[in-house]
């Protein structure tokens, strides 16, 4: 493993250096790809999960060799889940960081929460009893699918007033710890209990499972902060805050304790895991100009409007990217709602608003896979569609030879 570069250091030159190093931490080049599926979400600690279909393509995308029936094996042997961890939205994760993570984060989304049941007509007995009523039947069937337990709530006579109470209750239970989401079926992932999955008190926070309130719930956060840096960075505060649902200064002062946890004298590093120091860096000219490392020691931990121009990443990533630069400025063809789009709230480096609107048309929901080329959104490719090129996109016979055959390995391995 390369240490920190000193303070003065700055990552080599590129156009599109940012987006260049962000593809190299999120595990898309040879260098910091993954072995096998589960370690491949292990590193990201969380990958979006909102479409079935497109969580093998993101896994795959981050897994040397890998192919479809590698994710669903993970997923058939209990090394990967499907949930709501945080942010309310479908992510997955490894069964060891589900219980903790969710615990870690769920007062973000309480107050939605219960607001929506107050809506609803759900109370905590009607909570209590839908979960019985699903542990009972997986406990004689096994895991199940999402109709067949609707119906069992509704032949157990399970009504509530509100249009989408069913759904509700389904992502409140998995919320709550009680179930998940584990085997896939066609479209569709079975849901199972989340008992047998490690408990919280396994996680970074200890005795007391990491919520809030807790002694461990700052060390929760840290790790949080440390997996999103090692595997996103160079990021700032501002994007692990939208990632995670936390406050800016929340997020900015985890993200702090994770580049002293991993600075400090004694830590574990392995490099293989993705398991690094992390140093600070700011991005010269924005966030389409160069990337200067400030060090992990380089300056104290920000504050007010300093918070959203300091980045975060691991400290080998200039020289990882030294190594591997030429394919990070290959072509990927990558999964709808990818972490290297999703997984920041500012995303210039990788597109324009003219790309944002091409990759998501209704500005918020359903997003189109994605073909990046050099760093920067070239055109995405709508299920069942042809391709649609982005405006900037400079065509030439190179980069449209480059996209299909993108397009084709990824085909190969989803089949």
Same mark, same amino acid.
């Not at 091409?358 to 918020?364: F, H, R, S, Y």
């Given at each position: 493993m390369t240490g920190a570069p000193g303070p003065a250091a700055v990552a080599p030159r590129a156009p599109r250096e940012m987006s260049y190093l962000r593809l190299v931490a999120q595990g898309l080049v040879s260098a910091t790809a993954s072995p096998a599926p589960a370690e491949a979400v292990r590193r990201q600690l969380a990958v979006q999960g909102q479409q079935v279909f497109s969580v093998p393509h993101a896994i795959i995308s981050r897994t040397a060799g890998a192919v479809r029936d590698d994710v669903d094996a993970a997923f058939e042997a209990g090394e990967l889940v499907r949930?709501? *961890?945080? %942010?309310? /939205?479908? !992510?997955?994760? /490894?069964?060891?960081? !589900?219980?903790?993570? #969710?615990?870690?984060?769920? !007062?973000? /989304? @309480?107050?939605?929460? #219960?607001?929506?049941?107050?809506r609803l007509g759900i109370d905590d007995a009607m909570l209590e009893r839908a979960g019985s009523i699903a542990l009972a039947l997986m406990a004689e069937h096994g895991p199940v699918m999402r109709d067949r337990l609707i119906g069992a709530w509704s032949d157990a006579g399970l009504v509530a007033s509100g249009a989408g109470w069913r759904r509700h209750l389904l992502v409140r239970l998995q919320r709550e710890g009680v179930l998940v989401q584990g085997p896939r079926r066609g479209n569709e992932h079975l849901i199972v209990s989340a008992a047998p999955l490690p408990p919280a008190e396994s996680g970074p926070g200890g005795a007391g499972g990491g919520g809030r309130g807790t002694d461990g719930h700052r060390a929760a956060l840290a790790e949080i902060a440390r997996r999103y840096a090692a595997s996103h960075g160079p990021a700032s505060a501002t994007d692990l805050a939208r990632w995670t649902s936390l406050p800016v200064g929340e997020a900015s002062r985890a993200l702090e304790d994770a580049v002293e946890l991993t600075n400090a004298a004694g830590y574990g590093a392995d490099a293989a895991r993705g398991e690094v120091p992390l140093t600070r860096a700011v991005a010269e000219g924005g966030l389409r100009g160069d990337v200067r490392v400030l060090g992990a020691g380089a300056r104290t931990a920000p504050s007010g409007r300093e918070r959203s121009t300091v980045l975060y990443m691991r400290a080998d990533l200039p020289d990882l990217l030294a190594v591997c630069r030429r394919q990070a400025a290959g072509t990927f063809f990558l999964a709808s709602f990818d972490e290297v789009h999703v997984g920041y709230k500012d995303r210039a480096c990788l597109t324009?608003?003219?790309?944002?609107?091409?990759?998501? *048309?209704?500005?918020?929901?359903?997003? %189109? *896979?994605?073909?990046? @080329? %050099?760093? #920067?959104?070239?055109?995405? %490719?709508p299920v069942g569609e042809g391709l649609l090129w982005a405006d900037d996109a400079r065509r030439s016979a190179r980069l449209e030879a480059d996209v299909a055959g993108a397009v084709r390995g990824m085909a190969r391995r989803l089949a």
């Open positions: 949930s709501w *961890p945080m %942010r309310g /939205t479908v !992510h997955v994760t /490894t069964a060891a960081d !589900h219980h903790w993570l #969710r615990v870690a984060l769920m !007062h973000r /989304t @309480d107050a939605w929460t #219960r607001s929506g049941e107050r324009d608003a003219a790309g944002e609107l091409l990759i998501c *048309p209704a500005g918020n929901g359903m997003f %189109r *896979p994605l073909l990046v @080329d %050099r760093g #920067r959104v070239v055109a995405v %490719r």
